[in-house]
């Protein structure tokens, strides 16, 4: 049974960021009291690298309040923000990153603003500490995800936020294996608003998203929430069979009327080779697709827990 009694719970998946944890609590907690000295912190350790479940353990020990679950493996950010909010009991819950460069000081920006009757406050990261390269692929990403989503999508958002109950219990029921925190929420609902907040420059350890996971991560977001691909490719395929008709009915003017032969084995290969390239690339968009609802289908968990800090309660 779930405990109504936590006001606060703040949710940080772990990764690679172990240097930072020892700030990030005295931070947070120092932040947290000036709210309620009622609050939960939830590190999820999404299998760092760094041996930062350790260090968790340490902390929880040193106060109740922080509350580990080490995940069985990697399962990414985003599960591991799912994992947060099926253990949180609190009825306001701030999701955010462990590298500190979303800032512990700033969540009282975000409570203050819910209070005034919203259901959601995202923060926005109005000048991004990051390097160019990241905030590029993060502008590209959302371009591409606007682009076959029909969305707008805001590059300087990204999951540092508060959430009420409410919006906990609906994000709780949304089971997809690919889940996205923010584009989840986009989806949902509920009157929500978006602040302005400082961030700040990552000092410990890098990113984990790297170009290749960004793509990967792309693709994933668009099949699982658009099947726009789909409609481009039937589009396309009429067109290039559009363009295929009205070339073939000139070849039969120029041989009947103007006496031209048809040239040959050059033209034919090259048809043959351009359509089949077609064919292989809208099997791949279809089966991107198939490959989707196999995983649906099978119902697997989103992540398991190998163990946690506290007495495992009913969620």
């Known amino acids: 049974m779930q405990n109504n009694n936590t006001y606060i719970?703040?949710?940080?998946?772990?990764?690679?960021c172990i240097q930072s944890l020892g700030e990030l609590y005295t931070r947070l907690e120092?932040?947290?009291?000036?709210?309620?000295d009622d609050f939960e912190i939830i590190m999820i350790n999404d299998a760092s690298p760094d041996g930062a479940w350790e260090v968790i353990k340490i902390l929880s020990l040193k106060d109740k309040r922080i509350k580990g679950i080490n995940l069985s493996r990697n399962f990414g950010q985003h599960r591991a923000i799912a994992a947060g909010l099926d253990y949180a009991k609190g009825n306001w819950i701030v999701i955010m990153d462990c590298d500190l460069q979303d800032r512990p000081e700033e969540i009282i920006k975000l409570y203050n603003k819910?209070?005034?009757?919203?259901?959601?406050?995202?923060?926005k990261?109005?000048?991004?500490?990051?390097?160019?390269?990241?905030?590029?692929?993060?502008?590209?990403?959302?371009?591409?995800?606007?682009y076959f989503t029909e969305s707008k999508v805001d590059n300087t958002i990204a999951n540092f936020s508060i959430i009420s109950k409410k919006v906990l219990n609906s994000l709780k029921q949304l089971k997809e294996q690919n889940i996205v925190y923010p584009l989840f929420i986009n989806w949902i609902g509920f009157k929500r608003v978006?602040?302005?907040?400082?961030?700040?420059?990552?000092?410990?350890?890098?990113?984990?998203?790297?170009?290749?996971?960004l793509i990967n991560l792309a693709i994933d977001s668009i099949v699982s929430q658009s099947n726009k691909p789909l409609k481009l490719s039937i589009k396309f395929g009429f067109i290039v069979s559009f363009i295929s008709f009205i070339y073939a009915f000139w070849l039969i003017i120029r041989y009947f009327i103007f006496s031209v032969p048809v040239e040959g084995w050059t033209s034919v290969m090259v048809s043959i080779y351009f359509i089949g390239g077609l064919l292989f690339a809208n099997m791949g968009i279809l089966g991107l697709y198939i490959g989707k609802i196999f995983d649906e289908t099978k119902n697997r968990p989103l992540y398991l827990v190998q163990e946690t800090t506290f007495e495992s309660e009913e969620k």
Not at 129 to 145: A, Q
Not at 194 to 213: A, C, P, Q, V
């Open 114 to 123: 819910a209070s005034e009757g919203y259901d959601i406050v995202f923060g």
């Open 9 to 16: 719970s703040v949710i940080i998946p772990i990764y690679s």
């Open 125 to 146: 990261r109005i000048e991004r500490k990051d390097n160019f390269l990241k905030k590029l692929g993060s502008k590209v990403f959302y371009k591409i995800y606007d």
């Open 30 to 36: 120092t932040t947290l009291t000036k709210i309620s």
């Open 194 to 213: 978006e602040i302005n907040i400082e961030h700040s420059k990552r000092e410990d350890g890098k990113s984990s998203y790297t170009l290749s996971k």
